[in-house]
Each structure stands twice: as structure tokens, then as C-alpha cells.
């Protein structure tokens, strides 16, 4: 069996064990992702950057066979699911300030915005992923510039994001609790329940929003959804469109390589893709749930 197809099969059913990162679950969109990724670049042997997330320990180190694994995620984000650096497993540097990239271990865990990569960090990996974590970057441009920069000539880099606000799946609010102690949540949590329909999110104005969720809860926890949904941090709301463009004008495309698979694809529902292109002039892209890219690094 090739390598490839043992990272997508075989080596996740070993990390099956709900524990917090980075000794946890290895899920099944990470593990193809890395399939792919070990097909383009291969892992064996390399220093690798982690953007957004940080994969089992005991995966990278001893199946992907890298040389050295430095994750680096935002506690915000974290801290904004009610989730905190206990939930997250060790933390072993709290910002960029205290790490050396020269003395790093073979797996670190850094808490820290890629977008602040800073210059002792350039040129010291030799591939850079990023799994379901593009989403919540909230400045896309500055981030592919460091993970350029961070890259050694001749460095791979693999993203995958998942969710893009402009299509049906791309809300994201988290838990609102109402008078009535009913809970709230754009993401299938056993026992929440979502009161924001389908194509909401891009189709009707915060203000109606507001109105609309009056009349199914208590206004209290409508002007928390739309807070969430509308202005949380947490998400960049970033339309498809937008990421091929930076991705596009990204110093991959100007000085190295750059492939993205973000194709343009209209609704089945013409008067739903009528109706979307009518509310965000410009804008033709609904149906994109997941973005690949992949580039490199050549001066
Ligand atoms: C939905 S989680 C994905 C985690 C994991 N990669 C997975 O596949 O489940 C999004 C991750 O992106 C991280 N993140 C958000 N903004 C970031 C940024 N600017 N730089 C680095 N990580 C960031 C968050 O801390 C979080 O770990």
C-alpha cells in the first residue's frame, strides 16, 4: 500500500480517542487531506507549519514521519466556543516572543495569529497546511505573505477551508442561550437547535433578521444571534471570490506556484442565484463549500 492511501485508511483508526489536541482524534477530512497533501509534497523528513489546528502528536511524529511539527492556532478563537487553553492540550509557547525556531522541538504547540509570523521565523519550514482553519483567519492577504515568508525556496504549501460564507453552509454562531433556556447554534450540537433558515445569513439584513428571531425567541437572544452571525470576530466572512483574489495577487502567484480549485459553479435554484447576485452586486459565487489550494515557494 502506498503511503497515501495508509494515511487515509490504516493510521487514523489508530487515534480514534476523544482527547484534546494534540494527542486526540485524527478525523477523516484531516487524514485525506494529508493523503493528498503526502501525494503533492510528502511529509517524511521535513520541518512543518500547522496554520490553524494541530494534529495528533503521535500521527505527524511517527506515521507522517515529519522532521519537526510546529502548530500554531488563536486562542480567541477558542476562548469565542466557550473553550479554553484547558481544552486545547499543551500549550507549549504562548506567543511567537518566546519561541526560537532554532531550538524548537521535534512538536510544539504556539498560540499565536499566523498573520504575526515574525522575521526569526522566515524561511524555517519546508511545508506549511492548514486544515478547516482559513475560515477564521481574519486577514487572509497578510497570512499567505508570512506563510510565503516562513517558507524555505523550494517549501510547499496546502490549504484546505471549508464553510465559505458565501454559500449555504458558510454561518457560524455558537450557543445562545434563551429565557426559555433553549440553546442556539449553527453547528450540529446534540440538543441545539437552529432558528436561522437556510440562505438567511446572505439573503435578509441584520435589522430583519432581528425582527424575524423576535417572533421565535426573546429579542435578548435574537440580538445575540445576529451579533454572533453579523460582527463575532470569529469568522472573516470572506466571499469565494475574494479568496481566489487573494490567493491570486498572493506572492505565491508572483514568485512561485500557485493552484486553486475554487470553481465558479451557479446554483440549481436559477431564481435563488437571482435573488443572491441582486443583494451582493458583483458577487456570482454560492456554491462553493470548500476551497483547495495548493502552492510553492520558489526564490
Ligand atoms: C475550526 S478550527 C479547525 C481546527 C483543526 N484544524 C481541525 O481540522 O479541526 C479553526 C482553527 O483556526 C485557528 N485560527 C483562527 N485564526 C487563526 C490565525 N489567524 N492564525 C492561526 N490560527 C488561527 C483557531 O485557533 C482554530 O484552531
Not at 519561541?99 to 526569526?120: C, F, H, N
Request: with cysteine; hydrophobic share 40%; net charge neutral.
Amino acid at each position: 500500500m502506498d503511503r497515501a492511501t495508509l494515511i487515509r485508511t490504516a493510521w487514523p483508526e489508530k487515534y480514534q480517542a476523544d482527547r484534546p489536541d494534540p494527542h486526540g482524534k485524527v478525523k477523516s477530512y484531516q487524514a485525506n487531506f494529508c493523503a493528498e497533501v503526502e501525494t503533492r509534497f510528502g511529509f517524511a523528513g521535513k520541518r512543518v507549519l500547522e496554520v490553524g489546528g494541530a494534529l495528533n502528536r503521535d500521527f505527524v511524529l511517527n506515521d507522517l514521519q515529519v522532521k519537526s511539527w510546529t502548530a500554531i492556532q488563536e486562542l480567541s478563537y477558542w476562548e469565542s466556543i466557550g473553550r479554553g487553553t484547558g481544552d486545547l492540550g499543551t500549550i507549549d509557547y504562548p506567543s511567537f516572543d518566546a519561541a526560537d525556531p532554532k531550538t524548537l522541538g521535534p512538536y510544539q504547540v504556539i498560540t499565536a495569529p499566523i498573520e504575526r509570523l515574525p522575521e526569526k521565523f522566515y524561511e524555517s519550514f519546508d511545508l506549511v497546511i492548514s486544515i478547516a482553519a482559513f475560515t477564521f483567519v481574519q486577514q487572509v492577504g497578510p497570512a499567505l505573505d508570512k506563510i510565503y515568508r516562513g517558507l524555505s525556496p523550494g517549501g510547499g504549501f496546502a490549504v484546505m477551508a471549508a464553510q465559505i460564507w458565501s454559500s449555504e453552509s458558510g454561518l457560524f454562531y455558537h450557543t445562545v442561550t434563551d429565557k426559555m433556556g433553549r440553546l442556539f447554534s449553527s453547528y450540529p450540537i446534540a440538543g441545539h437547535s437552529n432558528p436561522v433558515l437556510p440562505w438567511w445569513h446572505l439573503l435578509v439584513q441584520p435589522t430583519d433578521m432581528y425582527d424575524r428571531l423576535c417572533r421565535t425567541t426573546d429579542c435578548e437572544a435574537a440580538g445575540n444571534i445576529v451579533q454572533e452571525l453579523f460582527y463575532s470576530r470569529r469568522i472573516n466572512r470572506l466571499f469565494a471570490e475574494d479568496y481566489a483574489k487573494y490567493f491570486a495577487t498572493s506572492p505565491f502567484q508572483r514568485y512561485g506556484k500557485m493552484q486553486t480549485n475554487i470553481a465558479q459553479q451557479d446554483l440549481p435554484n436559477a431564481a435563488l442565484q437571482k435573488k443572491l447576485e441582486a443583494r451582493h452586486p458583483g458577487r456570482r459565487d454560492f456554491n462553493t463549500h470548500m476551497i483547495l489550494a495548493y502552492g510553492q515557494r520558489l526564490i
